[in-house]
Nanobody, 123 residues
């Protein structure tokens, strides 16, 4: 059973940084690694719709950033650990949200979702 587990959230002051992790599992028995999938990060703030942050594609790992956090985040993938990271810098109070990772065959079409990790930016 495919599972995505986010971690790394927490309370950080404005201007600070966090690195979120998305550990993917449940597909090794099928002979796949995380490189077979596209993995994306989304976020949802209280009272707002979920919005995309970034996606790393399957295969060569092409990277896409949405306008929501462009220039302040970096997505990366550790193939050996089947983990995707989201490095977030220069955080602002408006970045406060639950951050989710999702997985599918291509960016933009996702079949699996994690439960999310809370990020709170506050002084």
């Amino acid at each position: 059973q495919v599972q995505l587990v986010e971690s790394g959230g927490g309370l950080v002051q404005p201007g600070g940084s966090l690195r979120l992790s998305c550990a993917a599992s449940g597909f090794a028995a099928s002979g796949f690694t995380v490189t077979y999938f596209a993995i994306a990060w989304f976020r949802q703030a209280p009272g707002k719709e979920r919005e995309g942050v970034s996606c790393i594609s399957s295969g060569n790992g092409s990277i896409y950033y949405e306008d929501s956090m462009r220039g302040r985040v970096t997505i990366s993938r550790d193939n050996a650990k089947n983990t995707v990271y989201l490095q977030m810098n220069s955080l602002k109070p408006e970045d406060t949200a639950v951050y989710y990772c999702s997985m599918g065959r291509i960016c933009g079409r996702y079949e699996f979702w994690g439960r999310g990790t809370q990020v709170t930016v506050s002084s």
